[in-house]
């Protein structure tokens, strides 16, 4: 009888662990995601690429912001309004558009998000950036494996 107490002890343990694992799984699956567009100043696309890798993308990730990736295209296409020279996108993914805005708000509100980009782009001879194009996106279906770490 002890034998089958235990073992019902271990396997109601084990039962809620599994529960608690899954839900904390299920909290990091991105909810929501972001497919930024940049046009930067002529010439000046490897720069802003350069400030994402070495600066910015760190940042975000430090308020919990996934950076699912960051890219160059290979082409223009002018019907997009994308020329490849001076085009620079990344997609970044949240649990939600709640959380998006909160996590936002305290990268930009970061003191080195300030130094880094807040003051170079106030700077006319430093900008890097001529505009930015933000797309809201939600995972469709069952074909979404991109997952957040935080």
Same mark, same amino acid.
């Given at each position: 009888?002890?034998?089958?107490?235990?073992?019902?002890?271990?396997?109601?343990?084990?039962?809620?662990?599994?529960?608690?694992? $899954?839900?904390?799984?299920?909290?990091?699956?991105?909810?929501?995601?972001?497919?930024?567009?940049?046009?930067?100043?002529? $010439?000046?696309?490897?720069?802003?690429?350069?400030?994402?890798?070495?600066?910015?993308?760190?940042?975000?990730?430090?308020?919990?912001?996934?950076?699912?990736?960051?890219?160059?295209?290979?082409?223009?296409?002018?019907?997009?309004?994308?020329?490849?020279?001076?085009?620079?996108?990344?997609?970044?993914?949240?649990?939600?558009?709640?959380?998006?805005?909160?996590?936002?708000?305290?990268?930009?509100?970061?003191?080195?998000?300030?130094?880094?980009?807040?003051?170079?782009?106030?700077?006319?001879?430093?900008?890097?950036?001529?505009?930015?194009?933000?797309?809201?996106?939600?995972?469709?279906?069952?074909?979404?494996?991109?997952?957040?770490?935080?």
């Amino acid at each position: 009888m002890r034998k089958w107490k235990i073992t019902a002890l271990l396997s109601l343990a084990l039962g809620v662990a599994g529960v608690v694992w $899954g839900f904390a799984q299920e909290k990091k699956a991105a909810g929501f995601f972001e497919l930024r567009v940049y046009t930067a100043e002529p $010439g000046k696309r490897d720069a802003l690429a350069a400030r994402f890798a070495d600066r910015t993308a760190a940042i975000f990730a430090r308020h919990g912001i996934t950076n699912v990736g960051y890219c160059i295209p290979v082409e223009s296409d002018p019907e997009l309004g994308i020329s490849a020279e001076n085009t620079f996108i990344y997609i970044r993914g949240y649990p939600s558009k709640e959380e998006r805005d909160k996590r936002l708000k305290a990268a930009h509100d970061d003191p080195e998000f300030k130094e880094v980009v807040t003051k170079q782009e106030a700077d006319p001879a430093a900008k890097l950036v001529v505009k930015a194009h933000n797309i809201d996106m939600a995972p469709n279906g069952n074909h979404t494996t991109i997952t957040l770490s935080k």
